[in-house]
């Protein structure tokens, strides 16, 4: 045994009551903020002297929790500490419901387990019974395209249903209306203290014009060109003679407006393109290509030649400008460059060949779970797509609009998600429903495990809603029997204390959000009832940083 494991392993039965001693500790801290009416969690700041951190985020709640002093129940702890963060990464919320439903199963199992069911077999059943709560969320699923995903209105009230914050949901939904679920949405901290969106048009990239000179706007530090063409390319002009081939096949083609995108372009060859940019000759502009690294200037070099045809010049493949032909250039109605970002407005590729092109991204996109790849091709999709907003984020100190920056990003997360995989009814409803199926598969079977297994599950789904209720300050039984005898698709609305019928009130939530917490809280609960040993090292690795998440099937 290794020098450092100096304390000794931690076998059955201590090993559950360690366990579920962690669990329950960590969940019972994220509990408090599941709902509309939720409560806070203030965590001391450890590294400066501002005050607590008032949060209502179960993900940066778990984040914050680095260990147990127990580190038996610690194990417990950082497992679900792990399962919640993963959620978050991925789906930006539903980490209170995950939390609630992996305390419900793990209890009530471990319970039976003590009392003498098989955890292999239970574990195996309560796989099943996932399965079968997964196709009834996606059975009660609404898509996009109808009522309560249709308009800014209704897409305001899914946004409502995350943040809370009426002024942050009217403008997300305004926001997402126009530029669609996979727009481009940045989120920056802005200067005054209240919200406020502008709205960009067309495309634009992060790199800005090679030199001050090419400025034709000095009040806007702005220069803009009509029917321009456009050169892509990576590469580095060292000199004149290197650029010069663009300029006299542009004016042997007859072009007036010439936009050239490089890597770099040196000095002595920027002074050639200036002497020959006139207003009533040819007008230059030259910016540098977009992107850190090859790997993400090649994306760039592809996406803009779909979206304004001609040929990317690469630096990996030895291209020079050297063969360049007049069918090489690009074309778009508009391009603008500034000192920072340029973009252009209208290209001119063949439009089936940028439907192709989003289709092969769109599917990738759908296809991985690696999350920064994710991220990635999200953005090149909204920038195809052609929306762009801004939403800048004022308040009256750092930490408001710190806190407030973050719930605009995980509200437009969920929206996206909303928008792009429907919604199911709020408030817990949808989980509720799912009980008369699982019932049907209790009446079905006389196996012991498989009975146990849909137990557990029918009273896990209920939890969700238990926990919403509670936190508003009513009493789960009554409300929960009140739905019941409502019917499906209803719930209690715990802003006006009543039963309503869910997404005729508005009151959504995003489906892939319920479905990947589900999953996370129901499948870790039942792999935790199949540990059987601990075993603790002194010298323990960090906690703070977990390994990127494992893929995982979609759901």
Known sequence: MSNNLRLPPVFQPATYRAFMAGADRIIATIRPTLGPVARTVAIQRPLDHRGPEVLDNGGVIAKRIIQLPDYRADVGAMFVRDMLWRLQEQEGDGTATAAVLFQMTFNEGVRLVTAGLNARRLQGFLEEGIEVILDELRRQTVFPGAAPVSDARHLSQVAFTVCQDRELSDLLGEIFSIVGGYGRLEIREGSSRGLEREYVEGIYWERGLLSRQMVADPQRLRS???????????????????????????????????LIVADEIADSALSLLLANSKPDHMQILAVKTPGFGREQQADFLVDAAVLCGGRPFLR???????????ED????RRVWADLRSFGLVGGMGDPRQVRRHLAALRAAHA???????????????????????????????????EERRALAERTAAAVRGAIREGVVPGGGAALLACRPTLQRRIDATNDPEARAAYQILLRAVAEPLRTIVANAGYDPSDALAEVRMAGPGYGFDVLTGRVTEMCTAGIVDPANVVKAATYAGLTSAALALTIDVMVHRTEQPSHATPPPPARRKRL
């Open 224 to 258: 803009e060109l009509e029917d321009a063409a456009i050169v892509l390319s990576d590469l580095h002009i060292q000199e004149p003679q290197q650029i010069l081939p663009v300029l006299v096949t542009a004016f042997q083609s007859g072009l007036k407006r010439l």
């Open 329 to 332: 250039f690009g074309r778009a």
């Open 316 to 326: 990996a493949a030895g291209d020079t400008f050297r063969s360049i032909r007049s």
């Open 367 to 401: 296809e991985t779970d690696d999350l920064a790849l994710r991220s990635k091709l999200h953005e090149r999709i909204g920038r195809l797509m052609g929306g762009s907003a801004t939403l800048r984020v004022g308040g009256v100190t750092v930490r408001e609009i």
